[in-house]
């Protein structure tokens, strides 16, 4: 009797731990299994913060990919389980197309579906790269590994980036969040991935709980350099007070005739309000309201100017739009405490679909334009990032909305004082959006080590130190003002001097390592 063939190498060992066949599972189960592992990795980004749950599901993920019978069964895989991780870490995608309902309300479950698979992508061709390139088991889950944080690195370039919900966010709230001072948003993707790499690569119950004991280790090494990080004390704060102005204005209601000028008179009574005692005495050094925070464009601004100024005894940022010729602005301009216009920021990095559409114009003819900008077919780009300099205030880089969760947007060659955000994240719902724009810009303090503070208007607003760490907020839905001294900034970080390159040349010099080993096995 001929003994039956052997199947190829699979890279596991004699007595090695076997993935079941996959025909042997109902494919709706498969699915249900996948989506559910993906839900699970998602659970580590704000607001939830459970981190371990992440780790453990792209475990999964890498486990359920390396064993896969072909490339092609990887790719589906990884699609379904990249699907379930964005659809519920992005649902808040939902939520601008309810602003109004009656018109753009249909397209709410399919803008999460597309979104959902437009993510999965990102985790899915990495999934078939990697099992092409690896030769057994333990190569494909390196290689999945490393294909997966690259691609988290592109998804913040490709079609203008989406660096949302990112494999190394979860860490953001936690101390181990700290080593993105020396290597940014990629250096923590790499240790969520090597987490999640390192029991995968064991064939054996043994090497399983060994990788689990190294996978361990590297958190408790990240986290410990972050308390170290965190221990440091901070330079003590400037004398400067500044105060952030929530209205809560509510989105279905904000451009409404009659609900637009009780927001505005909102505005300047929350700016008149006397300040806390606690930090002295007069009037703030500057006030703040959130991105298109008024009715009115600058154009026509003239009548506010001496009302403004006398509510706020300071300069006040004003979150507006203005239009120059056909052109039209999501801006930041100042009104200076003498009733006049100052500095102006227009805003260049726009969110595609909400406030521009490409080929806007030709579209238009269509009757499709962009639902989130307020005038014309969606705004035009401003000329990029810039330092803004306010009279009695250290120099800083405003950012509007969208534009805080871009890394590569911050100026790094000339370095800034601390950083504004001012944002309208009523977009994003009350559910989990709000909350993980907030982490982001707090990824931005901790990498450029300035601190920044957030003008939103239904929240959250907020004063973040250099370290990220948040010093006061003002939550979801509730109007008022958040009085606050300026916080100090740290000298430059690694990451500020070299941005990353560093991650860059490792991801490099790991792809050339598999690339070696490949050839050296097939010169075998």
């Given at each position: ?497 070299w941005g990353d390159l560093p991650m860059l040349a490792l991801m490099a010099l790991a792809v050339a390592a598999l690339a ?9």
């Amino acid at each position: 009797m001929r003994p039956a063939p052997r199947r190829p190498d699979s890279g596991a060992a004699p007595g090695a731990l076997q993935a079941t066949p996959a025909r042997r599972v109902p494919v709706a189960l498969r699915l249900g299994a996948d989506l559910m592992i993906g839900m699970a990795a998602a659970l580590g980004q704000a607001p939830w913060g459970l981190w371990p749950a992440t780790v453990l599901a792209l475990a999964a993920l890498i486990w359920r990919v390396a064993t896969a019978p072909s490339s092609r069964a990887a790719a589906w895989r990884a699609l379904a389980i990249g699907a379930g991780h964005f659809a519920l870490a992005l649902a808040w995608i939902t939520q601008p197309f309810l602003v109004e309902a009656d018109r753009y309300g249909w397209m709410s479950p399919f803008a999460l579906l597309l979104t959902a698979l437009g993510g999965a992508l990102f985790w899915a061709l990495p999934a078939l790269a990697a099992h092409r390139l690896g030769w057994n088991r333990a190569s494909r889950a390196a290689a999945l590994a490393l294909a997966l944080l690259v691609s988290d690195w592109l998804r913040g370039w490709i079609f203008t980036g989406l660096p949302w919900a990112l494999t190394g966010h979860v860490w953001i709230d936690t101390p181990a969040g700290q080593i993105a001072a020396w290597l940014g948003a990629p250096g923590l993707s790499a240790l969520t991935l090597a987490a999640a790499l390192l029991p995968v690569l064991g064939s054996t119950p043994r090497n399983i709980a060994t990788g689990a004991g190294l996978s361990a280790a590297l958190i408790a090494l990240t986290w410990g350099a972050g308390l170290a990080r965190l221990a440091q004390p901070l330079p003590p704060d400037q004398p400067q007070i500044i105060r952030l102005v929530q209205p809560n204005a509510d989105q279905t209601l904000k451009w409404d005739p009659f609900w637009a000028p009780q927001f505005y008179d909102r505005l300047t009574a929350l700016s008149a309000l006397p300040l806390d005692p606690a930090l002295g005495e007069g009037r703030p050094d500057l006030v703040v309201w959130p991105e298109t925070a008024v009715p009115f464009l600058l154009n026509e601004a003239g009548p506010a100017l001496e009302d403004i100024a006398a509510h706020s005894g300071a300069t006040t940022l004003v979150g507006i739009q203005r239009a120059e010729g056909a052109a039209w602005f999501n801006s930041l301009a100042e009104f200076t405490p003498d009733a006049r216009i100052g500095a102006v920021y227009d805003k260049f990095h726009l969110v595609p679909f909400g406030e521009y559409i490409p080929w806007g114009d030709a579209l238009a003819r269509f009757g499709i334009t962009a639902f989130a900008a307020r005038h014309g077919n969606g705004y035009s780009r401003g000329p990029g990032p810039q330092v803004m300099a306010v009279e009695g205030l250290p120099t800083f880089q405003p950012l509007i909305c969208y534009e805080a969760i871009f890394e590569r947007h911050l100026l790094r060659g000339q370095r800034p004082e601390w950083i504004l955000q001012v944002t309208n994240d009523a977009w994003f719902g009350t559910w989990s959006g709000p909350y993980q724009h907030l982490a982001q810009a707090r990824l931005r303090a901790i990498q450029s080590g300035l601190p920044l503070l957030r003008a939103a208007n239904t929240g959250v607003s907020a004063v973040i130190d250099a370290r990220g760490d948040v010093r006061a907020t003002l939550a979801l839905n509730r109007e008022g003002v958040l009085d606050a001294p300026l916080p100090e900034a740290l000298p430059p970080t690694l990451w500020w001097r070299w941005g990353d390159l560093p991650m860059l040349a490792l991801m490099a010099l790991a792809v050339a390592a598999l690339a070696i080993a490949r050839r050296n096995r097939r010169g075998h």
